[in-house]
């Protein structure tokens, strides 16, 4: 019995970052909301779930690529025994709940991963190695490296950072989170509680429907903008008009304007216009004109995620739907950049949708 309980358990998923400021950057993003779904998809890698009040849709995409090791392994799919009678299990997926608040705590547990993750993108950093990785000095006789499952294995440079181990085993375990800042230091292991899923809303975007994309930076011409507005501000009305529509008022038939920001409260209104410049509006492609609303409340819980991203995708459904998109920076753990992405859907209030 005492073998058998010290074998180590098999896992679904092992991953691992040398630096945890750019996962718990991805994370708080979105952590408006400490229910959230995350999945792991064996080729693609985690996307992680919140929404609010059935409105309110916002979805973190952690693509594999952006850590240091990255292994899903369908043979070690385990399931907790209540989960053993489920008829149909997805081998190539899993999903579960958790709270995200306690994850962000758990990354930050050694004070560091709040830094920006726009700083040191392009320093000397430590990262997990694989036991495999040893060189023929590390190994023994038989092969095997000495005491291989030490954390110091993972480590290699000497610039401390915190360094994630993630560790799932399947349906009804725990996550587990193996940080340290150091392969010589103190570590510190996290098992966080796993949920069922439940349904997530649902509000898919349909782009033959779209009305309205502008693409644009997001430093200057949408984050200072949406800074600036009154924290007392109840709505936030988009309206755009087709370029031809605002050329045509340029010659006094209509004052129309090309793209605006407007925030209603009960202090008054501000307005914000958008000139018809590539400098400010990389991609603008308005097929009719639109005016929809949306709460203040729903639109500042993109500005986190605002604050890491350099790009900015803007999209309106002929019904209202809003998608925001906001292009952020990752850096390999081999070197150079990758991007990842931050989504938000909201629906807009009820009455513009009725107009």
């Known amino acids: 019995m005492s073998q058998m309980m010290s074998q180590p358990r098999l896992q679904l998923l092992t991953a691992s970052v040398h630096d945890v400021r750019y996962f718990a950057s991805l994370l708080r993003g979105i952590g408006f909301s400490n229910r959230a779904s995350m999945r792991f998809t064996a080729g693609s890698g985690i996307t992680v779930t919140v929404e609010e009040a059935r409105t309110l849709l916002a979805t973190s995409y952690i693509y594999a690529d952006h850590f240091d090791e990255w292994a899903f392994d369908v043979d070690n799919l385990q399931a907790a025994p209540s989960q053993l009678s489920a008829p149909d299990i997805d081998r190539h997926a899993t999903s579960f709940e958790i709270p995200l608040n306690t994850l962000l705590e758990c990354l930050n547990i050694f004070g560091t991963a709040n830094i920006s993750s726009s700083s ?17 000095d590390e190994r023994g006789n038989d092969g095997r490296r000495p005491n291989a499952n030490r954390i110091d294995q993972h480590f290699s440079g000497n610039e401390k950072r915190t360094s994630m ?102 202090f008054g209104s501000t307005e914000m216009d958008y000139p018809n410049d590539r400098e400010v509006l990389e991609t603008f492609e308005c097929s009719r004109s639109v005016s929809f609303s949306y709460r203040f409340a729903h639109i500042s819980r993109t500005l986190r995620a605002l604050q890491n991203s350099t790009k900015t995708s803007l999209r309106l459904e002929q019904e209202g739907l809003l998608s925001l998109q906001f292009l952020v920076p990752v850096p390999r753990p081999r070197g150079g950049m990758s991007d990842s992405f931050i989504e938000f859907r909201c629906l807009a209030l ?3 949708v009725a107009q």
Do not use: M
């Not at 040191?120 to 023929?136: E, L, M, N, P, V």
């Not at 930076?217 to 009154?230: C, G, M, N, Q, V």
């Open 120 to 136: 040191s993108t392009g320093s000397k950093h430590k990262q997990w190695r694989r036991a495999s990785d040893a060189s023929d």
């Open 165 to 266: 181990r993630l560790t799932y085993a399947g349906p009804g375990h725990a996550l587990t989170l193996v940080l340290a800042e150091d392969s010589s230091g103190p570590t510190t292991t996290c098992e966080i509680s796993t949920f069922d899923s439940e349904p997530n809303l649902e509000l898919p975007f349909d782009a033959e429907q779209t009305a309205l994309k502008i693409i644009f930076k997001s430093s200057f011409w949408l984050r200072d903008a949406l800074s600036e507005l009154d924290p007392s501000c109840e709505k936030i009305t988009l309206i755009a008009n087709p370029v031809a529509d605002v050329q045509s008022a340029q010659r006094g038939v209509l004052a129309k304007p090309l793209f605006r920001i407007q925030g209603t409260g009960a």
């Open 350 to 352: 009820d009455d513009d």
